[in-house]
Every structure is written in C-alpha cells, then in structure tokens.
C-alpha cells in the first residue's frame, strides 16, 4: 500500500499556491474512492460540496446526523442533494448507545456537566466519526488558516494521527470574504441560520446566535468556559486541538 504519509511534504511543496478545485483534482486522481469530504453542512462545507461534485460524478460526501441538528440544516442537505445529484452518506450513532445514554441521563444532558456533554457528543459524533473515516484513506476538510490563531501555519495536507488517514484542507488560504463571495457567486444552497446570526452551526440544543462583535465560537456550547469547548473531532499527534465548527 502507497505510504502516504511519508509524501505528505512533497505533496505541500506540490500543492502551496494551487487552487482549491486543483487540490481537491490531485488527490481525487490519487485516491478515487478512498477520498471523502466530511460535510458538517457549514459554509466551507458547501463550498468544498459544489467544488469536488463539479470534479466528480463520484465523490463522496458524509454527514453525521446527530438526530439533534436543526430543520435547516436537514434544508440545506436536501437542497444540495438535489443540485448537485449527490447520495450523501449518512452516519447516525448507534441507537443502542443513545437509548442507554438517554433513558440514564434524560434528554437534556449535555446542559448538567462537561462529562455529560463530552459523553454526548461521543456518542453523537465522535464514534461515527470513527466509523465513517474507517472506510477512506483521506478525508477533506473545510479548516482554514484564518480561523484561528492556532490555526496560522496549517498546511494543505497533514497527516491525521487520530484516525491514521491524510487530512485534506483545501481552503486553508481562503478568507470568510472568500467563501461567501464564491457562495454568492456559484448560487451555492447555504443554510439559513449563517442568515441569523449564527456563524458556526452544530446541534441545535447546543448552537445559538451571537451578538455583533462576539468571537464566532461564542455560539457553541455558550454555557461552558472556552477553553473546554472540544468535541474531540480534530486531533493533532494525538491530541485533541482546539476546532471551530462551521
Ligand atoms: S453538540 Fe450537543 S447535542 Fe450535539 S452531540 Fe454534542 S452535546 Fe450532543
């Protein structure tokens, strides 16, 4: 089997001041079907949605269905599934493990403790996540180096030591003015919420609008202390590192 990691320089080096549709073109020659983008329904999201569908009459897009998103963003999956004649792939939790966790810690956990809420989200998120990255060697995200402090120097590709699998940012360079201009420009379905006041968009339990001039996490898991807002979904040599949503 091709030692991908190995390559991971010689692919940045490759692919620094390419394209996102460029990056998203190498990689679907490489990879075919080991190649999936992790769609959370978000503005990168749809971006990176109409770019790799317009590469592609195969590519493939998963989403997990928590079972407690918002009706707009089932909306904005059913609109794209539409215009870009895209089967998503869906990763709901094991309802085994959600029945358990709710008839034990009633509906509204996530609201009594951190454990509570991590406990959730694991079940909810993490453990599909998991199922869904066991079936590519490479998965597409839409990280971008603005986001965050943290988030300055992030390459194109990386190696996902967590899930052991490349992980793809195409819009690494791109700005917020960047995504919302192509989504305007290319008629691209979005969902109605980012209208609202909510710049990143989870669960709907877990997700409100902010105020002008409020951080764009403010909006996740409001009732926490900052530095505790992890789901556990972006991990870094091993360790959970600090991820907005969108
Ligand atoms: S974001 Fe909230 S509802 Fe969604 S999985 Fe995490 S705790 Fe559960």
Redesign the pocket.
């Known amino acids: 089997m091709e030692n991908y990691k190995q390559k991971i320089d010689e692919y940045n080096e490759q692919l620094e001041g390419k394209s996102a549709k460029e990056i998203l073109s190498f990689f679907d020659t490489l990879l075919g079907k080991d190649l999936v983008l992790a769609s959370s329904l978000g503005a990168e999201d749809q971006v990176l949605t109409q770019l790799f569908t317009s590469i592609t009459k195969d590519a493939r897009v998963f989403v997990l269905d928590?079972g407690?998103l918002h009706q707009e963003t089932y909306d904005v999956m059913d609109k794209s599934r539409r215009k870009y004649r895209l089967t998503y792939e869906v990763y709901f939790p094991l309802s085994e493990s959600v029945q358990e966790m709710v008839a034990t810690n009633g509906p509204n956990?996530?609201y009594d403790s951190i454990e509570?809420?991590?406990l959730?989200?694991g079940?909810?998120?993490v453990e599909p996540l998991g199922r869904a990255l066991k079936t590519c060697k490479a998965w597409i995200t839409g990280l971008r180096r603005e986001q965050a402090v943290t988030r300055k120097s992030l390459p194109i590709v990386e190696w996902d030591d967590g899930h052991q699998l490349l992980k793809i940012n195409p819009l690494a360079t791109w700005t917020e003015e960047d995504i919302w201009s192509y989504i305007k420009d290319n008629l691209i379905p979005y969902n109605d919420l980012h209208d609202k006041g909510f710049p990143s968009i989870?669960?709907?339990?877990?997700?409100r609008a902010i105020e002008k001039g409020e951080d764009v996490r403010a909006g996740?898991?409001w009732w926490e202390s900052p530095e505790l807002k992890e789901?556990g979904l972006h991990v870094k040599d091993g360790k959970l590192i600090r991820k907005r949503e969108s």
Not at 202 to 207: M, Q, V
């Open positions: 928590t407690r956990l996530f509570s809420r991590k959730c989200c079940i909810r998120k989870g669960c709907a339990p877990c997700t996740r898991w789901c």
